[in-house]
């Protein structure tokens, strides 16, 4: 059964930056999505960023576009999201994921909070 386990997140201040990790138990296929969504308090669960497995296509929401930068390292099943120039609006509860789609996912993490004070 594949698990995928969050870290990374944590309280910051507006300006500042955050790396999120997700380490995925079972090497994802060359086919798979893996990324990022962030759900906020009483707010729907939105799309941040993914990444092709196979390769290096990667997709980002244009909320976060040019400020979170999403890589990943094969050798270690992990996906990493970069996270600077936060913003409150970024306060939120960060969900990894896979899928075979870069938008909809169908393995979830239990995800990490991020905070962002003003």
């Known amino acids: 059964q594949v698990q995928l386990v969050e870290s990374g997140g944590g309280l910051v201040q507006a300006g500042g930056s955050l790396r999120l990790s997700c380490v995925i138990s079972?090497?994802?296929?060359?086919?798979?999505?893996v990324g990022w969504f962030r759900q906020a308090p009483g707010k729907e669960r939105e799309f941040v960023s993914s990444?092709?497995?196979?390769?290096?296509?990667?997709y980002y929401a244009d909320s976060v576009k040019g400020r979170f930068t999403i890589s990943k390292d094969r050798s270690k099943n992990t996906v990493y999201l970069q996270m600077d120039s936060l913003t409150p609006e970024d306060t939120a509860v960060y969900l990894c994921?896979?899928?075979?789609?870069?938008?909809?996912?169908?393995?979830w993490g239990q995800g990490t909070q991020v905070t962002v004070s003003s």
């Open positions: 994921g896979r899928g075979n789609n870069p938008w909809e996912f169908t393995v």
């Open positions: 079972g090497r994802p296929f060359s086919s798979h999505v």
């Open positions: 990444i092709r497995w196979g390769d290096t296509r990667a």
